[in-house]
T-cell receptor
Framework: QKEVEQNSGPLSVPEGAIASLNCTYS??????FFWYRQYSGKSPELIMFIYSNGDKEDGRFTAQLNKASQYVSLLIRDSQPSDSATYLC???????????FGQGTTLQVKP | GAGVSQSPSNKVTEKGKDVELRCDPI?????LYWYRQSLGQGLEFLIYFQGNSAPDKSGLPSDRFSAERTGGSVSTLTIQRTQQEDSAVYLC?????????????FGQGTRLTVV
């Protein structure tokens, strides 16, 4: 079992819709979770982080964390074509400083 | 500096040659991470440093790969006797510490092509 799992997609949504990106993790010791956005040919860019159970909102982005279910998600409201990218979920492995990533989900927002 | 800086941006090398990739982290960041990303693939963890020490080297693919960090700042990833399968983008990231609840930021990467 991979430590961080994401559906590779592509996830296709129409412009203006809500995009929902999901991530599961195996290590119950993981406490903090990060969402990175990566445009083709570019390096990953941190867009959200969440440390506590529940929701965290930042503009059009909402991160949701459910530690009991070992599940973290990213919602993008009013999706725009410029949101089309690969979204990477990351967490620290247990009590180590090893930051590990899922394979990423490709999001396509169609005008 | 303002962000994580990697050099060179692009490197083309002949099979069998050695290469050195450099990463200059954000000032004050004590943790530094190296990843490899092949075309269309996810981020493959290579190694991380906390200060000058590397608690986890488990991701280095073979003994041809090594990394060091001096002065708690700049890190160098060295690949000896490069092979075509080493072709990838090598990404470096840094954070204040290698702990939960700290955010890591990436450099622009070094695209390595072995011909």
């Amino acid at each position: 079992q991979k430590e961080v799992e994401q559906n590779s997609g592509p996830l296709s949504v129409p412009e203006g819709a809500i995009a929902s990106l999901n991530c599961t993790y195996s290590d119950r010791g993981s406490q903090s979770f990060f969402w990175y956005r990566q445009y083709s040919g570019k390096s990953p860019e941190l867009i959200m982080f969440i440390y506590s159970n529940g929701d965290k909102e930042d503009g059009r982005f909402t991160a949701q964390l459910n530690k009991a279910s070992q599940y973290v998600s990213l919602l993008i409201r009013d999706s725009q074509p410029s949101d089309s990218a690969t979204y990477l979920c990351a967490t620290f492995s247990g009590n180590t400083g090893k930051l590990i990533f899922g394979q990423g989900t490709t999001l396509q927002v169609k005008p | 500096g303002a962000g994580v800086s990697q050099s060179p941006s692009n490197k083309v090398t002949e099979k069998g040659k050695d290469v050195e990739l450099r990463c200059d982290p954000i000032s004050g960041h004590t943790a530094l991470y190296w990843y490899r990303q092949s075309l269309g693939q996810g981020l493959e963890f290579l190694i991380y440093f906390q200060g000058n020490s590397a608690p986890d080297k488990s991701g280095l693919p073979s003994d041809r790969f090594s990394a060091e960090r001096t002065g708690g700042s700049v890190s160098t990833l060295t690949i000896q006797r490069t092979q075509q399968e080493d072709s990838a983008v090598y990404l470096c990231a840094s954070s204040f510490v290698a702990l939960q609840n700290t955010e890591a930021f990436f450099g622009q990467g070094t695209r390595l092509t072995v011909v």
